[in-house]
């Protein structure tokens, strides 16, 4: 009777198991690793926009507060994008023949809208409010970055799941003071923890509450 | 473990068994076959072998993960270029206005988001809808959005311009102000607008031989001349049903569907609740063919529409008016004449009798003199009825006149007379014999087709108008939303007709209303247009007395009873494209996409009949074929006729369903008359919903007396699972089944609340519909004589909830305030939720059922709420979006929610109130204070599954008598 395996089969075994385990958990890695990638929450894109608008200039150089363009930030939903108005209301007086801003002056000009490609965009399953993010104390800077050093505006943090849920079970760390929501480059104070949970006492906010699902899906 | 089979449920304390269908009463083999299936919903398909099942659900789980990874793409985001003040994005309007049905208006409060309306509620300041609504009211917005409206003037099918419109009644003006007018004729529906009435006024002064014609196939005509052979002149009457102790009501549907069903339900349920311990009203009703009404009336008998005028002179002789004499009456007839004129004389002055707007004006005489007689003055109200056009003619004088050749011109004001007119005026022959017809319409429908021009006319949710409530009251209707088809509204056409070029909308209505407004004009105006309603303009009492003339019997013909009625659903067939209605349930029938006729048990098993089978019916020399429904409680010799089916251009939705009961409807008697019925031999499916979701177990629906107010307490059941944490808010609704009058319209609130997708007949037939809320409908007693009972059942949010059990992937998952979530995105389809679930209150995307991206009702979408795709499991959230919005509101104010500060779609459009929500921790919310009542029980309370929606068990009027 001829042996079915030859000596080297236990090795062959080995070796696939070895190499399948290390393969799965390879796989498993290398997806996770995807879903996080700048690539997938595309973290590294500055997207053409119709005007290469700078943040750098307007909220960093000349100081101009994030709520006086996205005016729709502690009332609503939407933290909006400014009306083409808003832009005229200073490029009316200054650059006024900038060809930059040709499509600016289109826009008021033809009374339509200034086509705007969106940077900081949730899934059309979240349902996320603005208003109430900034009442309780979470900045700007804290989901949109340092928007004050960005030339053209990219998406400063991965907008995953991971990253809400993470605040939301934890928010105290990233919680700041009212009076600084709109600050760039805020220092939390060295006991940011402590800060951060006499904020959430005083703020009412519901701990426990804020990681079920129907807070953001519906 | 034994299986109970539904069958024996049982009602408590009657011992009753509750049936939901014809079929299940009598043992019929499909119905088990029905029942024993696993999921129904998915029984038509053969089954799939096992192998190809494990390698498409391997090739499934290994491709979910995927979905995770998609890139969401960069989409271009589109700011106001002048963005107006007090505007967000995403933070909803209000603006009070209201939308029309037979020609009355229904106060709303419009949400609109970002300038385009989504949801309609009733007005809570309006003296009439006091913020509650009814059905036609909450689907309203999607006839806004009706793909199917005609979208720009067309003549003879070819589009024009509005220019050429007003080119040709130039034209036509220069005729008229030569003959003045002769040859002109208006055609108008039920119109309450002042600005309207003022406009055609103006117009007949300009061309004083122009005449105008009424048509209206329901309408309140009819209701007024029965009160003109009551007491002697038109009228429209009101009763105060708040004041009222006991009620009779002769075939009359006073809670059904109409114009006036808002208020009335809602008197009716404040009535109902007056007293703690015993029911605050009672009502006794002589019926033809069951309704909402007769389903509630705690002494009802079955008698035929013809019987009526004797039953009220019978009635009337009881309770002394000298002039009736007493008719021969079959015992069950004279037991509750009996019952019913000794409960009017306990009443002492508190008790209203009433009569059917569709039976016989003997009937109303009789009712008038026994209201007399029982001194029910206080409880009555008389108006004169609203201003109309005094020397308006009837439609049928206007085909005469057509045919005599004295017409040349028709214009036809928002009426549809070529579907809508008794087919023996042969209305659409007689259209074209007119030279020139214009038809200003919605749509451009089976008249405006007729019509040599069509012109489109601005629904009432993009017009600048004004109409006249039920009591009288006016509203000023402003728009929510610019046109966005090129139309005009009636004023601007009718302005045309009146030689002004192009006028704006808005200037008609504040033509007719300076001088009536209190006041300075403008302030006036910005008040009128805030509040939605001019204060002070209902109509004013008037005292009148029965009249005293004989009342005359009507004559004894031989045949059955035909009667006709309005559906309940798409009402004389104007809302015949709009999906929401037409796959709503019928109360009673459960019946969608569609119409039967309604016959008795008895006379089903006399002519060999069941549901579905075709018969004839004849009127005269005229006949139409339909589908028999046969109804349990229906009298015996009365066939019902459903109006609003059979229509042949309403658009996609609403052609070719039923049959149109207008065909054989006699111009003399509109609503009762008489005909015989035949077996054709041919049948086909109804898609009725009756045995769809169906609960396994007993006492689903428990009654309780005036000798035992009170339900015997719970006992708590044990269970494995720990209790959960209290959290500060526990969600929780109590739904009070003796408050629920069935009318359906929290499901229609729901449907535009939450999304809910309308899936179509066929999907209906397998019982596929997506309502998030149902109304279960059973059924005690005899097939002859039941006693019905409405139940709504949304989702239970269980405790203890089975489905969360079931879920493979975690998709169904319990929130601190006790919701039960649903996460579409986790949702793999595998059904096994609702196989759990004991309440079989989740529904299945087994297609998808979203619009088209560029149809226009995608706009009636709530944006906060998300349009589910093919392959998940829904229901019933609790509107999640309305808590959160609450908890935001209350967070940035930093405080605790307050009661009332949530409320759901289907408690807020409730009329009666029957439908409570809130925080069951607070121990003085209004929802704990009802979980109190003797009266609260829950469904299905041996599953031990601790529901948080829970029920107050109904009333049960009658128990005394019947026990003593």
Redesign the interface.
């Known amino acids: 009777m001829t042996q079915i395996f030859s000596p080297a089969a236990d090795t062959w075994l080995r070796l696939l198991l070895a190499g399948g385990l290390a393969l799965l958990g390879g796989g498993l890695v290398g997806?996770i690793g995807?879903?996080h990638s700048a690539?997938?929450t595309?973290t590294d894109?500055r997207?053409r926009q119709p005007v290469p608008f700078s943040h750098k200039h307007h909220a960093g150089e000349l100081g101009i507060d994030c709520r006086y363009c996205h005016?729709?930030v502690e009332?609503?939903?939407?933290a909006?994008?400014?009306?083409?108005?808003?832009c005229m209301t200073c490029h009316s007086q200054i650059w006024t023949n900038s060809a930059m801003l040709e499509p600016v002056r289109q826009?008021?000009t033809r009374?339509?809208?200034?086509?705007?490609?969106?940077?900081a965009?949730?899934?059309?399953?979240v349902?996320f409010?603005h208003?109430?993010h900034i009442?309780?104390g979470v900045g700007c800077e804290t989901c949109h970055g340092r928007i004050d050093t960005m030339p053209l505006t990219y998406r400063a943090k991965p907008f995953t799941m991971e990253f809400c849920i993470d605040c939301h079970r934890d928010p105290a760390p990233n919680l700041r003071p009212q009076e600084r929501i709109a600050e760039m480059g805020w220092k939390p104070p060295p006991d940011a923890r402590k800060q951060g949970e006499a904020i959430a006492a005083h703020?009412?906010?519901?701990f426990?509450?804020l990681t079920?699902?129907?807070?953001c899906?519906? | 473990m034994t299986r109970r089979s539904p069958s024996d449920a049982k009602v408590s304390g009657g011992g009753q068994r509750l049936w939901s269908s014809i079929e299940e009463l009598s043992g019929d083999p499909a119905f088990q076959a029905w029942v024993d299936a696993e999921y129904p919903a998915a029984a038509e398909f053969a089954p799939t072998a096992r192998r190809e099942f494990l390698k498409l659900m391997g090739a499934s789980f290994a491709l979910a993960g995927l979905t995770g990874c998609e890139k969401s793409p960069f989409v271009a985001a589109l700011p106001y270029v002048d963005q107006p003040q007090d505007t967000a994005v995403g933070v909803p309007k209000f603006y009070a206005t209201a939308v029309m049905l037979d020609g009355y208006a229904h106060p709303v409060i419009a949400t609109t988001y970002s300038g385009r309306p989504t949801k309609l509620d009733g007005n809570p300041d309006h003296p009439v809808t006091r913020g509650r609504s009814d059905i036609f009211m909450q689907a309203a917005v999607l006839g806004l959005y009706d793909p199917d409206r005609a979208q720009g003037p067309t003549r003879r099918g070819e589009p024009v311009s509005w220019s050429d419109v007003e080119n040709h009644i130039g034209a036509l003006r220069r005729e008229w102000a030569r003959n003045q007018g002769q040859g002109l004729r208006l055609l108008i529906g039920s119109v309450t607008s002042p600005t309207l009435l003022r406009q055609i006024n103006a117009l007949l002064k300009q061309f004083p031989a122009a005449r105008v014609h009424i048509h209206q196939p329901v309408g309140n005509g009819w209701r007024r001349s029965l009160a003109a052979a009551a007491y002697g002149q038109a009228l429209d009457v009101h009763y105060r049903l708040e004041d009222c102790a006991v009620v009779v009501s002769f075939d009359d549907d006073l809670l059904g569907p109409g114009a006036d069903q808002v208020r009335r339900a809602r008197d009716w349920s404040s009535a109902r609740r007056r007293e703690a311990d015993k029911p605050g009203i009672r009502l006794h009703m002589a019926e033809s063919v069951p309704t909402v009404t007769g389903a509630i009336a705690g002494d009802r008998l079955v008698a035929d529409a013809s019987r009526m005028p004797d039953l009220a002179r019978a009635f009337a002789s009881k309770v002394g008016v000298a002039e009736a004499q007493m008719p021969d009456l079959a015992p069950a007839e004279q037991e509750w004449i009996d019952r019913a004129a000794a409960a009017c004389r306990g009443a002492n002055g508190r008790a209203l009798i009433t009569a059917g707007v569709f039976g016989h004006a003997a009937t109303s005489g009789w009712v008038a003199r026994s209201n007399d007689a029982l001194a029910a003055g206080a409880l009555l109200e008389f108006t004169a009825p609203l201003e109309t056009i005094a020397t308006a003619g009837r439609l049928a004088e206007l085909a005469a006149d057509i045919t005599a050749g004295q017409v040349e011109t028709l214009v036809v004001l928002d009426s549809n007379p070529a579907y809508s007119a008794p087919g023996s005026l042969d209305i659409g022959d007689v259209l074209q014999k007119v030279r020139s017809s214009i038809h200003l319409g919605l749509h451009r429908d089976e008249t405006g087709e007729l019509c040599e021009w069509q012109l489109p006319v601005a629904h009432a949710l993009e017009s600048w108008t004004d109409a006249r409530a039920v009591d009288g009251t006016v509203t000023i209707v402003q728009p929510t939303v610019a046109p966005f088809y090129d139309v005009r509204t009636i004023h601007q056409i009718v302005a045309m007709l009146l030689g002004q070029s192009d006028p704006a909308a808005e200037a008609m209505v504040r033509e007719t209303w300076p001088a009536k407004l209190p006041g300075d004009f403008e302030a006036g105006w910005r008040q009128a247009l805030h509040d939605g309603f001019i204060e002070d303009t209902a109509a004013v009492s008037v005292d009148v007395r029965p009249s005293t003339t004989e009342i005359t019997p009507p004559f004894a013909d031989e045949g059955l009873d035909v009667v006709f009625r309005p559906d309940p659903s798409v009402w004389d067939g104007q809302f015949a494209n709009i999906g929401w209605l037409q796959e709503l349930p019928k109360p009673l029938t459960t019946l969608t996409w569609g119409n039967v006729v309604t016959i008795s048990p008895a006379l089903a098993q006399r002519i060999d009949v069941a549901n579905g089978d075709h018969v004839k019916v004849t009127i005269r020399d005229r006949s139409l074929t339909g589908p028999v429904w046969v109804m349990p409680g229906q009298a015996a010799n009365t066939v019902a006729l459903y109006l609003g089916y059979g229509r042949k251009r309403a658009g996609r939705v609403g052609d070719g369903l039923g049959y149109n009961a207008y065909d054989v409807r006699p111009v003399d008697q509109p609503w009762l008359t008489k005909g015989s019925l035949h077996k054709v031999g041919t049948a086909e499916t109804l898609a009725v919903t009756q045995l769809h979701h169906r609960m396994e177990g007993f006492d689903f629906v428990r009654e309780v007396s005036s000798q035992h107010p009170a339900l015997p307490p719970a006992s708590p059941k044990p269970s494995i699972y720990p209790q959960k944490s209290p959290s500060k808010n526990a969600w929780g609704m109590v739904i009070d089944l003796d408050s629920c009058i069935g009318c359906n319209a929290c499901v229609v609130a729901c449907t535009a609340e939450n999304n809910v997708p309308v899936v179509g007949k066929d999907q209906v037939k397998v019982g596929r519909e997506m309502h998030w809320l149902r109304i279960a409908r059973y059924y005690t007693g005899e097939v002859e004589a039941p006693r019905s009972f409405f139940q709504p059942v949304p989702c239970m949010h269980c405790e203890d909830a089975p489905c969360e059990m079931g879920c493979p992937v975690h998709a169904t998952t319990h929130s601190p305030e006790g919701v039960n979530q649903m996460v579409y995105n986790r949702c793999i389809g595998t059904r096994t939720c609702s196989s759990y679930c004991p309440y079989k209150v989740r529904r299945f995307n087994f297609y998808d059922y979203r619009n088209a991206p560029e149809s226009p009702e995608q706009a009636a979408h709530n944006p906060d709420v998300t349009v589910r795709s093919r392959g998940v499991m829904e229901k019933c959230t609790y509107c999640t979006q309305r808590i959160e919005a609450a908890h935001v509101l209350a967070d940035k104010e930093n405080r605790a929610l307050r009661d009332g500060d949530v409320v759901t779609a289907c408690q807020s459009a409730c009329p009666t109130g029957a439908i409570v929500f809130g925080n069951i921790n607070d121990p003085g919310s209004e929802v704990s204070y009802l979980r109190r009542n003797g009266r609260h029980y829950t469904l299905l309370e041996e599953q031990g599954t601790r529901p948080r929606t829970t029920y107050l068990a109904r009333w049960n009027d009658m128990s005394k008598d019947r026990e003593g």
């Open positions: 997806v995807f879903a690539y997938v595309s894109i997207p005016s729709g009332t609503g939903p939407r909006g994008l400014p009306p083409t108005a808003t826009s008021l009374q339509k809208p200034v086509a705007w490609t969106r940077v965009k949730l899934p059309d399953y349902f409010r208003d109430i009442a309780k703020e009412g906010i519901r426990g509450e079920h699902c129907y807070v899906h519906r």
